[in-house]
């Protein structure tokens, strides 16, 4: 029995159809990577794992119990969200944004324990952020509102971690710092499930990467032999070449990019 699944998930928006008898698997301790062009229903389908949607049918499974058998807090022991941003009002520092994730364990009104305090910061130490806790949210790099916001989860206790497009709006460093922590993360037990527009990064990271194509899985399985130059053109409509490099995954080249 796989640790989180969907099985057959269909799914509408009134008359549109955005996924058609959709099946993944998530093993524990796994990165899975979902590829797919804008519109494809990537969103949705993270969307219905998080438990934010109801599907039209099929149904999705954590440890062999249905989804929405489990209350909002319950899941939350279980399963965290990382956005690719967030839009906050007021003047929170770092700390408190990472003191959010305990919710899931008292009431909104209730005042941060010490024990509280203690996990927010150890998560904060895991990441190397623990400098920033008095840092106005607002005036962190984007890399480092990830950072937070993944030692928001981690201070949450929960070990799957739902992340939507994780790069988006990152510059190529800050990529690759948070594609290394999601590594370490995994190496840790800790279990990812996050979509992609770069074949690459699922490359690098390795795992189960899942190709969705007009609301259905158009490929699957282990990334290093479901990403390949077919999939990735019809994917994307697009001429590209993959190319081996000497760290050990292979890169797109572009068509129209000369190489020897």
Not at 26 to 43: D, Q
Not at 59 to 85: C, D, F, N, W
Not at 186 to 202: I, Q
Request: charged letters at 20%; one cysteine or more; a positive charge.
């Amino acid at each position: 029995m796989s640790f989180y699944e969907a099985h057959n998930l269909h799914f509408s928006y009134n008359d549109k159809v955005i996924l058609k008898g959709v099946d993944l698997r998530i093993e524990e301790g796994s990165i899975v990577s979902l590829l797919g062009a804008n519109g494809t229903g990537k969103s949705t389908l993270m969307k219905l794992f998080l438990g934010l949607l109801h599907p039209s049918s099929g149904e999705v499974m954590l440890k062999g119990k249905s989804l929405h058998a489990y209350s909002i807090k319950e899941r939350a022991l279980h399963v965290s969200y990382v956005p690719q941003s967030t839009q906050i009002a007021f003047a929170f520092c770092a700390l408190d944004m990472v003191l959010m994730g305990r919710i899931a364990f008292e009431s909104w009104f209730k005042r941060a324990s010490q024990t509280d305090i203690t996990l927010a910061r150890e998560a904060m130490e895991r990441l190397g952020i623990v400098h920033l806790e008095k840092r106005t949210f607002q005036t962190l790099s984007g890399g480092e509102k990830q950072l937070v916001l993944i030692a928001r989860s981690l201070a949450q206790g929960a070990k799957i971690l739902v992340m939507d497009e994780p790069v988006s709006g990152l510059d190529y460093g800050n990529q690759l710092r948070l594609l290394e922590t999601i590594m370490s993360l995994s190496k840790e037990g800790y279990t990812f499930l996050k979509s992609t527009h770069f074949p690459e990064h699922a490359l690098m990271l390795g795992g189960y990467t899942y190709a969705l194509k007009e609301g259905h899985i158009l490929a699957h399985g282990l990334t290093s032999k479901t990403i390949t130059e077919t999939l990735i053109n019809e994917l994307y409509n697009t001429n590209v070449a993959l190319k081996q490099t000497l760290c050990g995954y292979p890169v797109c080249i572009p068509a129209f990019v000369q190489t020897k």
